[in-house]
């Protein structure tokens, strides 16, 4: 019985999977064409891609001097440094992803294909900066005389992770932004509040010191930890430095609760998704 139950959703799933393999070229013009777009008419190109981190890095080294925040023993640029990559790919993917279709709605108006191509797309391209982020802390690292290990293996599940992270955004803000344009101005917004809420200019470790270790909120402050990790980025973020910069292996406890609400989450952003796309073409 629960096999055959299981059938439908699993048919579903590979049928999901087929029809974006079909559009795989698709897919691959669209994502140059976003990257074109994105630095054709920019004098410095893709070194904008190289800037923004670079200038983060050095604002949070500066406010880190003033207000002192243990490092576990890694130079601050590089571990702040280490923080922007997963970040800023999160951080641009779904922001990019929520204006994806709309941006489309040309070519929406045309022909029919799977419209979910569109934020997955805009997810991917960011890959290339990211790309770019990686000589960058090769750098950085060899500077300050340090030599990745072989923890380092984990570093594509923990992008991977990311981008899922950021597709769900991308799902659910591409198909409100076309019928309510504010979530496209509200984004960057929200994302720049969670970017506090997230372990970016500080350490998780000093997140788990003060509600783990020094109780800091009494009686709320196992579950004040808890709610904090289950923002994905919290997780990802220590893992990141864990693996890169560290030599460990990235820590469970932290991963999971993050894990567990993007696994809950994504198959319902993308239904959501296929019901509003429907009506893409007329509303746009």
């Known amino acids: ?21 079909a559009y795989r070229e698709l897919m691959l013009t669209l994502a140059w064409k976003n990257v074109i777009v994105r630095y054709k008419q920019a004098y410095l190109g893709l070194v904008w891609a190289v800037l923004k981190p670079l200038l983060l890095m050095l604002i949070f080294s500066v406010v880190k001097g003033f207000v002192g925040i243990e490092t576990g023993g890694i130079p601050y640029p590089v571990l702040a440094f280490a923080a922007l990559m997963p970040w800023i790919l999160f951080q641009e993917s779904a922001s990019e992803g929520v204006n994806s279709v709309v941006g489309n709605a040309a070519l929406i108006r045309k022909i029919y294909f799977p419209r979910e191509i569109f934020p997955i797309t805009a997810t991917l391209t960011k ?12 750098a950085l690292m060899a500077y300050y005389q340090m030599a990745p290990t072989w923890q380092v293996l984990w570093v594509p599940l923990i992008i991977a992770y990311t981008l899922l992270a950021a597709l769900i955004i991308s799902l659910v803000g591409s198909a409100i932004n076309v019928y309510y344009r504010d979530i ?3 984004l960057p917004v929200l994302l720049q509040i969670a970017m506090y809420l997230s372990p970016v200019i500080y350490p998780l470790s000093l997140v788990k010191q003060r509600l783990l270790e020094d109780q800091a909120a ?13 923002n994905p980025l919290a997780g990802i973020i220590d893992a990141f430095q864990r693996t890169m910069l560290h030599g460990q292996a990235p ?3 932290s991963l999971w609760p993050g894990m567990l609400l993007t696994a809950l989450l994504l198959p319902l952003s993308y239904r959501l998704f296929k019901r509003a796309e429907s009506r893409f073409a007329d509303v746009i």
């Open 251 to 253: 820590d469970l406890a």
């Open 184 to 186: 496209g101005v509200a």
């Open 127 to 138: 890959l290339i900066e990211l790309l770019i982020s990686f000589a960058i802390l090769a």
């Open 1 to 21: 019985m629960s096999e055959t139950a299981g059938q439908p959703g699993a048919q579903a799933r590979v049928s999901v999977w087929r029809e974006l393999y």
């Open 218 to 230: 009494g009686a709320w402050s196992d579950w004040l930890y808890l709610i904090y990790t289950l």
